[in-house]
């Protein structure tokens, strides 16, 4: 068990819509980053967040978004969903100053 | 292209036997983390190397950084079903502010 939480395990929805993941990084991390992992493929980052800011951002999709809140959880907002978006999400926390990332056990998104 | 690439990307070997995996890049990185990942599951931690030149071991894994900070090889020894899963490599670019993860190295051990 990495300390980190992700909700849902699973979730099914349809083209077009809206869905929201969530993610609580371990105890006294500061950072949060998102992944997505299509089906056979490595990781893709896709966000970074440091208290409560954003820090870098990778290949991200404008209609994807993302915040990280006082109490250091975060969310990642997926909207206009497409089929291609259909993906395992991770979240990952870590703190400096080896910022090493401790990985969620994700929410598999299938979008029908 | 992948700032950092994995050979081989596929590996199939039968259990007791040796294996090499390599991660390598034209950057220089600040330190670099080795995951192994199971299918559904989230990569799990099991390195990071931070100096040139280091060598790290973990029971039959051994692991090593390059002296110059831009490659990365994890050798396993006589190979058990157990570690069959995705191996990625990743790490964070030195000055420059973004983690970057290996396209994996997907092992089959085959009892």
């Known amino acids: 068990d990495s300390g980190v939480t992700q909700t849902p395990k699973h979730l099914i929805t349809a083209t077009g819509q809206r869905v929201t993941l969530r993610c609580s990084p371990r105890s006294g991390d500061l950072s949060v980053y998102w992944y997505q992992q299509s089906l056979d493929q490595g990781l893709q980052f896709l966000i970074q967040?440091?208290?409560?800011?954003?820090?870098a951002k990778g290949n991200i999709l404008e209609r994807f978004s993302a915040q990280q809140f006082p109490d250091l959880h975060s969310e990642l907002n997926l909207s206009s969903l497409e089929l291609g978006d259909s993906a395992l999400y991770f979240c990952a926390s870590s703190s400096p100053p080896k910022d090493t990332q401790y990985f969620g056990p994700g929410t598999r998104l299938t979008v029908l | 292209t992948q700032l950092l690439e994995q050979s081989p990307q596929f590996l199939s070997i039968q259990e007791g036997e040796n294996l090499t995996v390599y991660c390598n890049s034209s950057s220089v990185f600040s330190s670099l983390q080795w995951y192994r990942q199971e299918p559904g599951e989230g990569p799990v931690l099991l390195v990071t190397v931070v100096t040139g030149g280091e060598v790290k071991k973990l029971k039959r894994l051994t692991f090593q950084f390059g002296d110059a900070r831009k490659d990365s090889s994890l050798h396993i020894t006589a190979a058990q079903p157990g570690d069959t899963g995705l191996y990625l490599c990743a790490g964070d670019v030195y000055n420059f502010n973004k983690f970057y993860f290996g396209s994996g190295t997907k092992l089959n051990v085959k009892p």
């Open positions: 967040y440091y208290n409560g800011e954003e820090r």
